[in-house]
């Protein structure tokens, strides 16, 4: 699976959208890109994912470039408990043995 | 109604010894996982099971023996603990649909395994 560049951290306003970047450069045609998020001390939580056209659920928006080497997730309006460390993969699908590589991510604080 | 839970949440054990984290899923996926976090927060994956059979083992020491009873337990059995295995594991399951895009993989809220 590509690897993929994030921020280490990001601090974003309480209220205020959080637009959180990602690069795959190297990403392939048939690789998804994925993000979860890990609020301290629970497990990781899906957040959205997508293949080329943007993505929105009642959690997130993804933008995906044209050219697909790079996204944005965005969190449109950012609580306390946004807190966490979000991770975007990028991930092939295969027919059996699919799973997540795990980056270092960014660690999102939210401020009131 | 947790969708994949795992027990113990705390495990504080000596080393030598031998213990288990069991994990079941309430939603009826033929795919689980079990991850590990360590002190500087990487997850990584040890396991794959589809359908009670092995998929994926991450190089993983012989120590650390995976079972599957059915499709909705993985249970995770360490023999011989030692200070290095201290860590966070996360089990997880999805529905492996193969190269279609619906394959979310959900998690646990992990076991903190500690050893002295």
């Known amino acids: 699976d590509a690897k993929t560049t994030q921020p280490t951290s990001m601090d974003c306003a309480e209220g205020r959208a959080a637009n959180l970047p990602c690069n795959h450069s190297?990403?392939?045609?048939?690789?998804?890109v994925y993000w979860y998020r890990q609020i301290h001390s629970q497990g990781p939580q899906y957040i959205i994912h997508?293949?080329?056209n943007n993505e929105t659920n009642e959690m997130a928006s993804l933008i995906i470039t044209e050219d697909r080497k790079s996204s944005t997730l965005i969190l449109p309006h950012a609580t306390l408990r946004d807190t966490a460390v979000y991770y975007c993969i990028v991930r092939a699908l295969k027919a059996a043995g699919n799973k997540l590589t795990f980056g270092g991510g960014t660690r999102v604080l939210v401020k009131p | 109604d947790t969708a994949v839970s795992q027990t113990p949440k705390y495990l504080v054990t000596q080393m030598g010894n031998d213990k288990s984290i069991k994990c079941e899923q309430n939603?009826?996926?033929?795919?689980m996982y079990w991850y590990k976090q360590d002190s500087k927060k990487f997850l990584k994956i040890m396991f794959s099971y589809n359908n009670k059979e092995l998929i994926i083992n991450e190089t993983v020491p012989n120590r650390f023996s995976p079972k599957s009873p059915d499709k909705a337990h993985l249970n995770l059995h360490i023999n011989s603990l030692e200070l290095g295995d201290s860590a966070v594991y996360f089990c997880?399951?999805?529905?492996?649909?193969?190269?279609?895009?619906?394959?979310?993989?959900?998690f646990g809220e992990g076991s903190w395994l500690t050893v002295v």
């Open positions: 939603l009826g996926h033929d795919t």
């Open positions: 997880a399951s999805s529905q492996d649909r193969g190269f279609t895009s619906g394959n979310t993989i959900y």
């Open positions: 190297t990403i392939s045609g048939n690789e998804y």
């Open positions: 997508g293949l080329k």
